[in-house]
């Protein structure tokens, strides 16, 4: 009897350890599965570049809000080409409004804004240094100095939209964000978002709507023409199924709910009535 308990107890031993063994397993398998699924820029092994040609510039589009201000050391020289208006703020001894700011001018459909004196100027498909450089050239035959032209996007904004924990639409100040800037700027994905199948939608200058897919998990993402992203850009990140099982689970647990609520009421009622 004492062998066989002894043999008995061996073998406990050896099936607890089994069992630990089959749960380590496990319990590493979906790890690996998990992190494939949720890390981004998976695979990277030293330094990943990005060539210096390739670095982004955002270029103006239709209906774009710009900025522009011209100065010089002779300021009364350079009044004619700084628009302003007054914002409403009241002098607080007379009454008179003595606030302004500076006129914003809106890109027309054409790819033109109307500034003074100027007249016409293209600036769709150009950089804000491709813009400061084409007013400082028309300026020359007005100003006996070289000004410093100065031009700004007002409207540059993005939205983020879907899985992650604060859609919205952000307003970019430096006007340059790429798209785990914007992700994290929506406070990430939540664990539901899809990591491999964003989908980013965008409209060009001619009015066309493309529809992107990017990889979060791909490490060749920062060489993506579309890492950065353009003004009016909207970031869709999509429900994975875990997320959509849930949604139909709970879906059909209320109507279950509704359903028993009713029929509870339906038999209290006859039970009341019967006696």
Do not use: W
Request: charged share 25%; with cysteine.
């Amino acid at each position: 009897m004492k062998q066989s308990s002894s043999k008995i107890e061996i073998f406990n031993v050896k099936g607890v350890s089994i069992s630990i063994f089959l749960v380590m397993l496990l319990l590493s398998l979906f790890s690996c599965s998990s992190q494939q699924k949720i890390a981004y820029l998976q695979d990277v092994h030293g330094d990943t570049k990005q060539s210096p040609e390739e670095l982004y510039d955002a270029r103006i589009k239709p209906k774009d809000l710009l900025t522009i201000t011209v100065n010089t050391f002779d300021k009364e020289a350079s009044l004619p080409f700084n628009l302003v208006y007054p914002t409403g703020s009241a002098n607080v001894v007379n009454g008179t409004s003595n606030e302004t700011a500076i006129q914003k001018y809106l890109v027309d459909n054409e790819g033109y804004i109307d500034f003074p004196v100027l007249g016409k100027i293209k600036v769709a498909d150009l950089t804000k240094n491709e813009v400061e450089s084409s007013i400082k050239e028309k300026l020359k035959p007005y100003l006996k100095e070289t000004p410093v032209v100065i031009v700004r996007m007002v409207n540059y904004k993005i939205s983020v939209i879907g899985e992650v924990n604060r859609p919205n639409t952000y307003t970019i100040t430096n006007e340059k964000v790429n798209v785990l800037e914007a992700l994290a700027l929506a406070g990430d994905l939540t664990i539901y978002g899809k990591r491999d199948n964003v989908k980013l939608m965008r409209e060009s200058s001619d009015g066309k709507r493309v529809v992107i897919t990017l990889d979060l998990t791909d490490k060749n993402l920062i060489n993506s023409p579309y890492f950065y992203l353009q003004q009016n850009d909207v970031l869709y990140v999509e429900p994975n199924k875990t997320k959509m099982r849930n949604s139909r689970y709970s879906a059909l647990t209320g109507q279950v709910l509704s359903g028993v609520s009713v029929l509870v009421s339906v038999v209290s009622l006859v039970v009341t009535l019967s006696k």
